[in-house]
């Protein structure tokens, strides 16, 4: 079965204060590995994807990177409006006819203090 | 560009009644999954439509079902309510082909008394 897993659960940082999320995956036949934010009360916002064992992507403060078994999400001078759940999820193509189904990890709050 | 519209933004069913939600992908986007978020579970997919056809399914009884019409839009229904569907219902569109970011919809909130 299909398995993605997220630490830490929650994550509490000062302003400045840099720090990494990781995502650990068992996903047969993967096909991509997908970041998403998401704050309360809205839908998953798209940060990256990456596609082979050690790709790195770059958006502002964040930075993932991935291995062949996780994926780290690493937070440079982290501000209070970085403050979100980061989502992590892995992408299929098992049975070769759908990327439409992504298994999701239960993810990281991360509130970061001014 | 407009990003993926859902309706109703909030509900409230009682058991035992039926309901049926509403998305809209980002144009030209022919593929439109759906998704389950609750806090013990998190991020569940229930099915994906392309062209008009289920192709994938996730572990959810046959309350839970779908369609797609031929502008891409999607409704996705469920009957016999029960007080353990109470969620928020995601839908997301992507383009077809390899790889491609699936983007969210802000969601359907459900509850059910």
């Known amino acids: 079965e299909d398995q993605v897993t997220q630490s830490p659960e929650a994550l509490r940082l000062q302003e400045g204060e840099s720090s990494s999320l990781n995502c650990s995956y068992t996903?047969?036949?993967?096909?991509?590995l997908f970041w998403y934010r998401q704050d309360p009360g809205k839908g998953p916002e798209f940060l990256f994807t990456?596609?082979?064992a050690g790709e790195e992507k770059e958006k502002e403060r964040l930075k993932a990177t991935l291995t062949k078994k996780e994926s780290f999400l690493h937070i440079t001078a982290p501000k209070p409006e970085d403050s979100a759940t980061y989502l992590c999820?892995?992408?299929?193509?098992?049975?070769?006819?759908?990327?439409?189904?992504?298994?999701f990890g239960q993810g990281t709050i991360l509130t970061v203090h001014p | 560009k407009a990003g993926v519209t859902q309706t109703p933004r909030y509900l409230i069913k009682t058991r035992g009644q039926q309901v049926t939600l509403s998305c809209s992908p980002i144009?030209?986007?022919?593929?439109v999954s759906w998704y389950q978020q609750t806090p013990g579970q998190g991020l569940q997919f229930l099915f994906e439509?392309?062209?008009?056809?289920?192709?994938n399914k996730g572990n959810f009884p046959g309350r839970f079902s779908g369609r797609q019409f031929s502008n891409s839009r999607s409704e996705m229904n469920v009957s016999t309510l029960e007080l353990g569907d109470s969620a928020l219902y995601l839908c997301?569109?992507?383009?077809?082909?390899?790889?491609?970011?699936?983007?969210f919809g802000p969601g359907t909130r459900l509850t059910v008394l």
């Open positions: 999820a892995g992408g299929t193509n098992a049975g070769g006819t759908s990327y439409g189904k992504l298994t």
């Open positions: 996903v047969s036949g993967l096909r991509g």
């Open positions: 997301a569109s992507k383009r077809e082909g390899l790889y491609n970011e699936q983007f």
């Open positions: 990456l596609y082979s």
């Open positions: 439509y392309f062209s008009e056809t289920q192709r």
């Open positions: 144009s030209g986007h022919r593929s």
